[in-house]
């Protein structure tokens, strides 16, 4: 054999070994039983879990889970990872009983290209926790363990799964982008105590289409620094609708901006669209948001601006510099469970600008008159107005502004 004729098939050798090792690596599936997890209930399965992330992780390839109920106390899933990483739940994972007061209690962590799928269900056993909340009477308090947080990923998706009864929040996606939430149903009891079902802060780029959250806090929350999200055909309710904020709270708060809401039904929700503010003495701005094509079926307060909000006590002292501008509600309809169905609170430093209400027809629920409110508000009117465009008060600035 001459030599080019050994080279070349040292070649050929070296590019099969390349492609069965990425054919390999694809296809590679973990179980979590064979690594020693047992589906009863009564196992701790924490170790693992590991194990098998750590394998998956380390080629790419599917973290499986299947049949029966798997113990997980808390647990961190970290990357980065090499290449694509899926984390097929076709089981109950559940959460142990009782308080817990981490940060989490299942993390993925600093992934890019990170799947979870399934049709399994995400278990917090919220109801063995919720009465060690004690958020509502204390001004800071330590909240109970949110169920999945997502941090620091990029380019991944979450679909098809089922979130129940967290503890804290339901799931959270924090310092991530290019991030995809698809078809997930999300389920605690409507006087189930901050259990937001969607939680988004530091994001950039994110997408939660066709999904059903009913919970006992905001259906979805978007928090300081989410930018560009788009949120499509989400069924809210029970729940307290679908919010931006509360901003402001804190020093380190960025900018809300690039929100897309739409198609969207809100259901016996203590709110429909709302954005909530602090009296910050930092200025921030919430911008560049739409919320169209949006049909309440009695939620109270259906469209509404509170700029003092401070954590729902309504006891702040002195204004918020949260600055509230270009706002679009678009084909709003649907009835009202309360008798102002719109309302404008805004920060009289700081009024709100360029809102825009096109197409708004909201009438109350027991065949009451439904009316609006605007308080430091400049609003544009487009098409038809149901309740009747309101009166308002202007802060001195705006009056200037308008003689
Ligand atoms: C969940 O998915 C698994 C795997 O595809 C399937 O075997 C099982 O029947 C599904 N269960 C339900 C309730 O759809
Ligand atoms: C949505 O998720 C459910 C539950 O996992 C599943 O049965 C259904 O097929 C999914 N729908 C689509 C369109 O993928
Ligand atoms: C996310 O992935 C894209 C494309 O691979 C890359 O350009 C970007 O830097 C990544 N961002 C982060 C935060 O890793
Ligand atoms: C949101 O939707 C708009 C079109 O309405 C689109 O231009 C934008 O890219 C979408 N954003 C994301 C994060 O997909
Ligand atoms: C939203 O609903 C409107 C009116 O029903 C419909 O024309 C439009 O195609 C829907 N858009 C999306 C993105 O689902
Ligand atoms: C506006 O906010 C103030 C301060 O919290 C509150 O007293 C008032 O009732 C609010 N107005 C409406 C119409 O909600
Ligand atoms: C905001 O209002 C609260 C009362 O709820 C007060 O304790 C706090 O000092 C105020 N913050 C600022 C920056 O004025
Ligand atoms: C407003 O909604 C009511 C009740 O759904 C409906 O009868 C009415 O035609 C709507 N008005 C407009 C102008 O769309």
Same mark, same amino acid.
């Given at each position: 054999?001459?030599?080019?004729?050994?080279?070349?098939?040292?070649?050929?050798?070296?590019?099969?070994?390349?492609?069965?090792?990425?054919?390999?690596?694809?296809?590679?599936?973990?179980?979590?039983?064979?690594?020693?997890?047992?589906?009863?209930?009564?196992?701790?399965?924490?170790?693992?879990?590991?194990?098998?992330?750590?394998?998956?992780? /380390? #080629?790419?390839?599917?973290?499986? $889970?299947?049949?029966?109920?798997?113990?997980?106390? @808390? &647990? =961190?899933?970290? %990357?980065?990872?090499?290449?694509?990483?899926?984390?097929?739940?076709?089981?109950?994972?559940?959460?142990?009983?009782? /308080? #817990?007061?981490?940060?989490?209690? $299942?993390?993925?962590?600093?992934?890019?290209?990170? @799947? &979870? =799928?399934?049709? %399994?269900?995400?278990?917090?056993?919220?109801?063995?926790?919720?009465?060690?909340?004690?958020?509502?009477?204390?001004?800071?308090?330590?909240?109970?363990?949110?169920?999945?947080?997502?941090?620091?990923?990029?380019?991944?998706?979450?679909?098809?799964?089922?979130?129940?009864?967290?503890?804290?929040?339901?799931?959270?996606?924090?310092?991530?982008?290019?991030?995809?939430?698809?078809?997930?149903?999300?389920?605690?009891?409507?006087?189930?105590?901050?259990?937001?079902?969607?939680?988004?802060?530091?994001?950039?780029?994110?997408?939660?289409?066709?999904?059903?959250?009913?919970?006992?806090?905001?259906?979805?929350?978007?928090?300081?620094?989410?930018?560009?999200?788009?949120?499509?055909?989400?069924?809210?309710?029970?729940?307290?609708?679908?919010?931006?904020?509360?901003?402001?709270?804190?020093?380190?708060?960025?900018?809300?901006?690039?929100?897309?809401?739409?198609?969207?039904?809100?259901?016996?929700?203590?709110?429909?669209?709302?954005?909530?503010?602090?009296?910050?003495?930092?200025?921030?701005?919430?911008?560049?948001?739409?919320?169209?094509?949006?049909?309440?079926?009695?939620?109270?307060?259906?469209?509404?601006?509170?700029?003092?909000?401070?954590?729902?006590?309504?006891?702040?002292?002195?204004?918020?510099?949260?600055?509230?501008?270009?706002?679009?509600?678009?084909?709003?309809?649907?009835?009202?469970?309360?008798?102002?169905?719109?309302?404008?609170?805004?920060?009289?430093?700081?009024?709100?600008?360029?809102?825009?209400?096109?197409?708004?027809?909201?009438?109350?629920?027991?065949?009451?008159?439904?009316?609006?409110?605007?308080?430091?508000?400049?609003?544009?009117?487009?098409?038809?107005?149901?309740?009747?465009?309101?009166?308002?008060?202007?802060?001195?600035?705006?009056?200037?502004?308008?003689?």
């Amino acid at each position: 054999m001459g030599l080019s004729s050994l080279f070349s098939k040292a070649v050929l050798l070296v590019f099969m070994v390349e492609f069965m090792s990425q054919v390999c690596s694809q296809s590679s599936v973990f179980d979590v039983k064979d690594s020693g997890a047992v589906g009863d209930g009564k196992t701790d399965n924490t170790n693992a879990f590991l194990d098998a992330w750590k394998k998956a992780c /380390q #080629s790419g390839g599917t973290v499986m $889970i299947v049949g029966g109920t798997y113990l997980l106390k @808390t &647990i =961190q899933f970290s %990357g980065p990872c090499n290449g694509q990483v899926s984390f097929m739940v076709n089981a109950v994972i559940q959460a142990p009983q009782g /308080q #817990s007061n981490e940060h989490y209690w $299942i993390n993925f962590n600093n992934i890019n290209g990170l @799947t &979870i =799928q399934g049709n %399994g269900t995400f278990d917090g056993q919220g109801p063995s926790a919720w009465p060690f909340n004690d958020c509502h009477n204390a001004a800071s308090c330590s909240p109970l363990s949110p169920s999945l947080v997502l941090t620091k990923l990029n380019q991944s998706l979450v679909q098809n799964v089922k979130l129940l009864n967290s503890k804290g929040f339901q799931m959270k996606i924090e310092e991530s982008e290019k991030i995809t939430v698809n078809n997930i149903t999300i389920t605690a009891p409507a006087d189930s105590p901050n259990t937001d079902g969607i939680h988004t802060g530091n994001v950039n780029y994110i997408n939660i289409v066709d999904s059903n959250i009913g919970t006992g806090d905001d259906c979805i929350s978007m928090g300081a620094g989410t930018t560009n999200i788009n949120i499509t055909r989400v069924n809210c309710g029970p729940g307290h609708g679908i919010s931006i904020g509360s901003i402001g709270k804190y020093l380190t708060d960025q900018n809300v901006e690039g929100v897309k809401v739409q198609n969207c039904t809100m259901s016996s929700t203590q709110n429909g669209v709302r954005i909530k503010t602090w009296n910050s003495t930092f200025s921030l701005s919430v911008a560049d948001v739409t919320f169209q094509d949006i049909v309440m079926d009695k939620a109270q307060n259906p469209i509404i601006i509170d700029q003092q909000y401070c954590g729902g006590r309504h006891d702040c002292i002195g204004s918020s510099h949260v600055q509230v501008k270009d706002i679009k509600f678009i084909r709003v309809s649907g009835t009202s469970a309360s008798e102002i169905a719109v309302n404008f609170n805004c920060s009289s430093s700081n009024p709100c600008y360029d809102i825009e209400l096109n197409d708004i027809n909201l009438s109350s629920e027991n065949g009451g008159k439904a009316t609006s409110w605007c308080s430091n508000a400049r609003v544009s009117y487009i098409g038809t107005q149901n309740p009747a465009s309101c009166q308002q008060a202007l802060a001195p600035a705006m009056m200037l502004e308008y003689m």
